[in-house]
């Protein structure tokens, strides 16, 4: 399996707190991408990164904001964590030219706002 | 219209059963389709990834029909192990070629 990690795996906190969940990869692909999945929604797509320094906002991108400094990881952080952010999320990365095309997933960060 | 509709089940079938899914997608221009599975509580994997007619792999058959634009994914043999939520997903065509996931269909084998 591709080298994907996402720190923490779960994490609680309070309410108008920020929190960075951590998305790390060893397998130098190009595309990485957020997505929060709840029930009744499906994977719903927060940002995504196509390079290092370039990314762009996904369907539910409010109140999330992401950095790539390094191609092998890729940083979500919750500027003041709500209840409603109390979701799964989850890291993928995809590398097209290699043939492929579909994602690669980490294992999942559950992420708890009390 | 969403981009892909799936028929989100549940799905009960007995083992050894065979099974089919079927999901229509609606934008034409799509090159390439992708089935995960998603087991209860874990990540999407994927299944198999489509860019012709279709795609085998053991006992899992994927067909496309670019001209009814659905794409169907039949499972022979059913395993308990099977038993997952499969997502259709089209590829993507944006900067970073990002999926759109649906709900997808869940599937339960009975023993």
């Known amino acids: 399996d591709a080298g994907i990690t996402q720190s923490p795996r779960h994490k609680v906190t309070e309410t108008g707190t920020p929190v960075t969940l951590r998305c790390h990869q060893t397998e130098n692909h190009r595309y990485m991408y957020w997505y929060r999945q709840d029930p009744g929604h499906g994977l719903r797509l927060i940002h995504y990164?196509?390079?290092?320094?370039?990314?762009d906002k996904g369907e539910v991108s409010d109140g999330y904001s992401v950095s790539r400094s390094k191609t092998e990881d890729f940083l979500l952080t919750l500027e003041s964590a709500t209840s409603s952010q109390t979701s799964v999320y989850f890291c993928?990365?995809?590398?097209?030219?290699?043939?492929?095309?579909?994602?690669?997933f980490g294992s999942g960060t559950r992420l708890t706002v009390v | 219209r969403k981009e892909v509709e799936q028929d989100p089940g549940p799905f009960n079938v007995p083992e050894g059963a065979t099974v089919a899914f079927n999901c229509t997608y609606s934008?034409?221009?799509?090159?390439?389709f992708f089935w995960y599975r998603q087991d209860c509580r874990k990540e999407p994997k994927l299944l198999m990834s489509?860019?012709?007619s279709g795609n085998e792999d053991g006992r899992f058959t994927a067909q496309l029909n670019r001209a009814s634009q659905y794409i169907s994914l039949l499972i022979r043999d059913s395993k308990l192990s099977d038993s997952a939520t499969y997502l259709c997903v089209p590829g993507g065509s944006g900067s970073a070629r990002q999926l759109t996931f649906g709900s997808g269909t869940q599937l339960t084998v009975l023993p």
């Open positions: 934008n034409s221009a799509s090159q390439s």
């Open positions: 990164s196509y390079g290092v320094k370039d990314t």
């Open positions: 993928a990365i995809s590398e097209p030219s290699r043939g492929g095309g579909g994602y690669t």
């Open positions: 489509v860019y012709s």
